[in-house]
Each structure stands twice: as structure tokens, then as C-alpha cells.
């Protein structure tokens, strides 16, 4: 018995550096329950121990070397024991197949296939089972739970009941009681887990704050370090999700990612420092390096891409992919940003969406813009309601509700508004204009559902030599110069009316067509036609023909309508030469009668 105080005096016990804040401090009192436990263990009766002393090979396949080591065991029930070390498996009796390497390793198991290697590992285990202990002091305040693994020294130090847990690394779930099923691997991993079960770590440091929190896994340095009760957690990356305290359903990937996250729920992060300010905000997802990462309370973002939504605060529902996409925008809400540098400068502006390298890259509180293509947008600072699709559409438009379609479609369009442009390249400084094609490119236009359709109350549209569109405007106060057209018209009457046939290449029907021949009419009256783009003499204005036939016709209405009048005072200067006439003629009658009764009455006279 003397020998074994002696002994006892002689064993080292661990240091405890109290400078050190990080270290596990467990303690004198630990120490001291060992000894007592050492003191109980020398003191049982010689009749319960091997015979003869430990010292090698003692039946039924057990092993025992070192003072007390295996004392209690009973050989005909217990076997495959291997106890090395002072008291090491020193209160087994019936166990089977436990292996302790170390003084104070199992000191107090009763329980079977336990294995402790290390100074103190297992030691307070009793009835625990199928457990493992690599380290000093390694779960060694295990009584009961069973399936435990601790690799390490410090590993699961306090784990008492928790089963199923495993920790490889210095001082790894080192505060762990009851929590079960958790995997820590690293220096302080898990360190300061207690009720909180399936969990992994893997990292120095990682989930070392947690406590209570379930199903968590972090991989990497610092990794949910700070978490305690957040739940369903997945970071991987040094320092992922660092400074989640009760945050649930986020995933971080990649270092630093979510670092600063602390109660921010269903966020999800791939890449260095993604959403790397996140404290509040839900429902973000950020994939690439540094996407996101000021974000602190803005919610339902998306950034995919380097620098992505780098600057968004508290702005929502943005949605960003691309290298700087949307990289300034701070509060701006409801963006989408899909290229590189698409909306790169946005701060405040609100539901803008551009697609497209550089689109909308200058934009910054320019609300409801569309872009699409390479650099669509780009200048645009403030104006708002804009469309562009193409590449360079509206590229220097600072203007609002403008919309250009096709490559370079207002490209040229600057501080005007009301804009459409559509395959032009606009012109600087004009609004309310609409532009299709391009002179010289386009040879042709064809627009469905006007042929053969009739509109009731219309007027034709014209087209001058650079495409504008238009109808002839009639009131007197849109023109200069008003006179009477007179004998202007009387070129008319020069002209030769022909029929022909357009050639093949326009009109491969060849239908017969009525009409004058514009070089004819040009010798006539050369502001009678419209020249193409050589000068030469394309088609005949039929409009202004009109309306010199309408003078002409009405010069010989008044023509005829003098001769009528003429005719008309023919007849009744007639009807009055008729009725004079007819008075004559009555006055000769009368007169004739009379002389006719003149005669008779000479006659009668004669004769008598």
C-alpha cells in the first residue's frame, strides 16, 4: 500500500495555463475526483485482484500492466481486456473487450468494447459501451452513453449521457452533456455544444459557440463559430457563417461567407465573403466571391457572380448574375442585373432590369429601365421607363420612356424623350420621334393587317425622301404663301397618261398599271416629282397632280358655267323675239282680217 501512495504522488497531472482564455479550464476539481477515484480503486482488498499481481497475461485473454491496473476484473467472466497503465480498467469486473492505455483510462467502466488511450480518457464511464477515447482527458466525464468517439485530448471532455457522438481534434466538443449523434473534427470544434445533436464540425473552432442548436454542419476554420441555437445551418469555408447566433436554414460556402450573419433565416451563400454582412436578412442567396456582401437586413436577393450586389444594404428582391452586377446598389429594390456590370452603379433605383455585359451599368436612381444586350443603356443616369434590347441600344440615352430595338437602335438619342427607335440609330437631342430601319440598309417593308382592310374615317399617308411618315396637312395655319394656283395647272396639259407594266423584280405578276412617266412630267414641271437619293427622278407627285386637275377642271366648270349662262340668255333674249313675233303676227292677222272685211263690203257695195 505504500508503494502504491508513493506511486500515486509520482503521476502527473495536466497543466492548466490560466493566461490562456481559450483553454478549457477543467480544473483542480477534476483532478482531485481522479484521486479519489485512484485512493477508493488501492484500497480495494487484494482478494479482488489477479493472481498473481499484474503483470502480463492473465487468462481468458486479458492483459494487465501497471498498478491496479484491470484489480477488480474476475477472469472467468470478464475476457479480452487489455488494461496499460496506473488504474487503468481498475473497477472492471465482468467486462469483455475493452482496451485502456493510460493512466486512469476506464478507472471506472463496468461496460464492454470501450477503448482509452490517454491519460484519464473515459475515466468516469461506467456502464457506457462500444465507446472510443484517443487523448488525454478525452470523454472524460462519459458515465452511460455508448457509440462515442473522441480523438484527442480534451475530446468530449464533458459528454455524459450524449450517444453516437464523435470528436476528433483538441478539446472538440469539449462542453458537450447530452447532445447526441454530433461529429466534431478539429481543434475546439463544436467546443461548446451541451444539449445540441446532429451536428458536424469540421474545422479549428467550428460551431464552437453552439449549444442547443440541431442539425447544423460547418466545415472549415470558424465556421458557425458563434452559433448557439440556430438550426438546420450549413457552412463550409473558414469562418463561414462565423457569427451566426440563432439564424436557421442558412447555407455558406466558401470563406468568410455569411460571416456576420446573426439571426438572418433561409440564406443561402457560395463564396468568399458572399452575404458577408448579413445580419437580419432572409431568404438572400448569393453564389461567387464577395456577392452580397454588405448585405445586413435586405431580403429575397439573389447575386450570383463576383462583387455581385457588393454594396446592397437593405434593398430586396434584387437579382443579380455577373461579375458586378448591381455592385453599388444599396436600397434599390426589385432589380435585376444579368452580365457583368449590369446596373454597376445602381443605388436607389427600382425595378430595373438589365441582361447583358454593362447593360444599365451607369444607372443609378433611374427607375422601371429594361436592357438587354452588351452595353444597352449604358450611359443612363436617372431616366426612367426606357427599353432597350440590342446591343448598344440606347447606349448614351439619358432621357426617359425611350425604347430602342436591334444593335445600336438610339444610340445616338442623348436628353430626349418619348422615343422609339427600331433598327435606327436615332438622332441627338429629339423626342416624341419614331424611327424604323435604317436608310440605305432596308429595301423593303411589309406590315400585315392593313391590305384589303378599310377605315371609315382616314386620310393617305405619305413618305417623304428620308422615310418620315405623314399626311398632308390642309389648314391654313400650317402654310405661307397662299394664291390662287390660276394657269400653274396648265402643265397638265403637257402630259402624256400612259398604261405599262412594272419590271419582274417588282412586280413579278405584272399587272397592268395606269399612270405618267416621272422623267416626262420632270420636263414639264420638275417640282412635280421626288428624286432618290443620285437626284434623279423616281415618281410623280400624284397628289399635287390631283389638285392641279381639280384647278384645271374647275377653270373649265367656270367655263362652262359662263357659256350657260350665255345660252341660257340666248333662249330667253329667243322666247322674247318669239313672243314679239307672235304679236306681230297676230297684229298682221288682225290687220289681214280687217281688210279681208274691207273687200267684201266693196264687193257688196259694187254690186249693189
Known amino acids: 500500500m505504500e508503494d502504491h501512495r508513493r506511486k500515486m504522488k509520482r503521476m502527473k497531472t495536466s497543466k492548466i495555463n490560466p493566461s490562456n ?115 488525454l482527458n478525452a470523454l472524460f466525464s462519459n458515465t452511460t452513453a455508448s457509440e462515442v468517439t473522441a480523438i484527442g485530448a480534451n475530446a468530449l471532455f464533458s459528454n455524459t449521457t450524449g450517444a453516437g457522438d464523435t470528436a476528433t481534434g483538441f478539446w472538440a466538443l469539449y462542453s458537450n452533456t447530452t447532445g447526441s449523434f454530433n461529429m466534431a473534427g478539429g481543434y475546439a470544434a463544436l467546443y461548446l455544444n451541451s444539449t445540441g445533436s446532429y451536428n458536424t464540425a469540421t474545422g479549428g473552432g467550428a460551431l464552437y459557440s453552439n449549444t442547443t442548436g440541431n442539425y447544423n454542419t460547418a466545415s472549415g476554420y470558424g465556421a458557425l463559430n458563434g452559433n448557439r441555437t440556430g438550426y438546420y445551418n450549413t457552412a463550409t469555408g473558414s469562418q463561414a457563417l462565423q457569427t451566426n447566433f440563432d439564424g436557421y436554414r442558412n447555407t455558406a460556402t466558401g470563406v468568410a461567407a455569411l460571416y456576420y450573419n446573426t439571426t438572418g433565416t433561409d440564406n443561402t451563400s457560395n463564396g468568399a465573403n458572399a452575404l458577408y454582412n448579413n445580419t437580419m436578412g432572409i431568404d438572400n442567396t448569393a453564389s461567387g466571391s464577395a456577392a452580397l456582401t454588405g448585405n445586413t437586413t435586405g431580403n429575397f436577393n439573389t447575386a450570383s457572380g463576383f462583387d455581385a450586389l457588393f454594396s446592397n444594404t437593405t434593398g430586396s428582391n434584387d437579382t443579380a448574375s455577373g461579375v458586378n452586377a448591381l455592385l453599388a446598389n444599396t436600397t434599390g429594390t426589385d432589380n435585376t442585373g444579368n452580365g457583368a456590370n449590369a446596373l454597376y452603379n445602381n443605388t436607389t433605383g427600382i425595378d430595373n432590369t438589365a441582361s447583358g455585359s454593362a447593360a444599365l451599368t451607369r444607372n443609378t436612381t433611374g427607375n422601371y429601365n429594361t436592357a438587354s444586350g452588351v452595353n444597352a443603356l449604358f450611359y443612363n443616369l436617372v431616366g426612367h421607363d426606357n427599353t432597350a434590347e440590342g446591343f448598344q441600344a440606347l447606349l448614351n440615352n439619358k432621357g426617359s420612356s425611350n425604347v430602342g430595338v436591334g444593335s445600336n437602335a438610339g444610340a445616338n438619342l442623348t436628353s430626349g424623350s418619348n422615343n422609339i427607335d427600331i433598327g435606327n440609330l436615332g438622332v441627338a437631342g429629339e423626342a416624341g420621334k419614331i424611327r424604323i430601319g435604317t436608310k440605305g440598309t432596308h429595301n423593303g417593308a411589309f406590315i400585315a393587317g392593313i391590305y384589303g382592310k378599310t377605315s371609315g374615317s382616314s386620310t393617305p399617308v405619305f413618305i417623304n425622301a428620308n422615310g418620315l411618315l405623314g399626311t398632308v396637312q390642309s389648314s391654313a395655319r400650317f402654310k405661307d404663301e397662299i394664291k390662287p394656283m390660276d394657269k400653274a395647272s396648265e402643265a397638265l396639259l403637257q402630259l402624256r397618261p400612259v398604261t405599262f407594266r412594272y419590271k419582274e423584280e417588282l412586280d413579278p405578276e405584272k399587272v397592268p398599271q395606269f399612270g405618267l412617266i416621272a422623267e416626262e412630267v420632270e420636263k414639264v414641271n420638275p417640282d412635280l416629282v421626288l428624286r432618290d437619293d443620285e437626284g434623279k427622278a423616281m415618281t410623280v407627285r400624284y397628289e399635287a397632280v390631283n389638285a392641279m386637275l381639280l384647278n384645271e377642271f374647275l377653270k373649265e366648270r367656270r367655263k362652262a358655267q359662263q357659256q350657260e349662262a350665255a345660252i341660257e340668255q340666248l333662249k330667253i333674249s329667243a322666247a322674247q323675239q318669239q313672243k314679239q313675233i307672235e304679236s306681230l303676227s297676230a297684229m298682221v292677222q288682225k290687220v289681214s282680217n280687217e281688210h279681208k272685211l274691207d273687200e267684201r263690203a266693196s264687193a257688196v257695195l259694187t254690186s249693189n
Not at 497503465?85 to 464492454?112: F, I, P
Not at 490517454?118 to 457506457?128: E, I, K, M, V, Y
Open 21 to 135: 482564455p481559450t483553454q478549457p479550464i477543467f480544473g483542480r476539481r477534476a483532478l482531485l475526483w481522479a484521486a479519489v477515484v485512484f485512493a477508493l480503486v488501492s484500497s480495494l482488498s487484494s482478494s479482488q485482484a489477479v493472481d498473481p499481481p499484474p503483470d502480463g497475461d492473465y487468462g481468458n485473454f486479458n492483459t494487465a500492466e501497471g498498478g491496479n491496473a484491470l484489480s477488480s476484473l474476475n477472469v472467468s467472466t470478464g475476457g479480452n481486456n487489455t488494461g496499460l497503465g496506473s488504474n487503468a480498467l481498475a473497477s472492471d469486473v465482468s467486462g469483455d473487450a475493452n482496451t485502456a492505455v493510460g493512466s486512469g483510462a476506464l478507472a471506472t467502466n463496468t461496460a464492454d468494447n470501450n477503448t482509452a488511450v490517454g491519460f484519464q480518457s473515459l475515466l468516469r464511464n461506467t456502464t457506457g459501451s462500444n465507446n472510443t477515447a484517443i487523448g
